[in-house]
């Protein structure tokens, strides 16, 4: 599936993290209906799942440091889901890549890892992600 397990051990806790019931998505349009007993993990639309890097780093690292592992290599990991085609990204003027761009969430913009949904699926059929049955 992947070359690098970092990347494909990544991956695996967004599909975890997707899947845990403290965490949750809404729908991009429902974006000011929070739940304030859960964790809001990100928004998603027809097109994209919009993950709020802080949260998903921030247990994504506490998960590794409680098994005795090291933190992520995240420019590293991103790289490789760009390659990968399972990222959107954001050229800017200098012909570099910003890895989490950005989107309107209300009257505020804020940068999210946005992954495009059909190439997750495409990818990842049964293996990984779901996605189709996140009733997304």
């Keep these: 599936m992947f070359e690098d397990k970092e990347t494909c051990c990544f991956m695996q806790l967004v599909k975890r993290f997707i899947d845990d019931e403290m965490l949750y998505l809404l729908p991009v349009k429902e974006h000011q209906k929070t739940q304030l007993s859960k964790i809001l993990l990100g928004y998603y639309d027809d097109e994209y799942v919009y993950i709020i890097p802080e949260v998903l780093i921030t247990y994504s690292n506490l998960l590794l440091r409680q098994h005795y592992l ?4 995240m420019r590293k990991i991103l790289q490789n889901l760009f390659a990968l085609n399972l990222i ?3 050229w800017v003027l200098t012909c570099e890549v910003r890895y989490r761009p ?4 209300g009257n505020t913009r804020k940068r999210y890892i946005t992954f495009i949904r059909k190439e997750v699926k495409n990818k990842f059929k049964e293996d990984l992600i779901s996605w189709t049955e996140l009733n997304l």
């Design 102 to 105: 950005e989107k309107r969430d």
């Design 88 to 90: 959107k990204v954001h």
């Design 70 to 73: 090291k933190n992520f290599n």
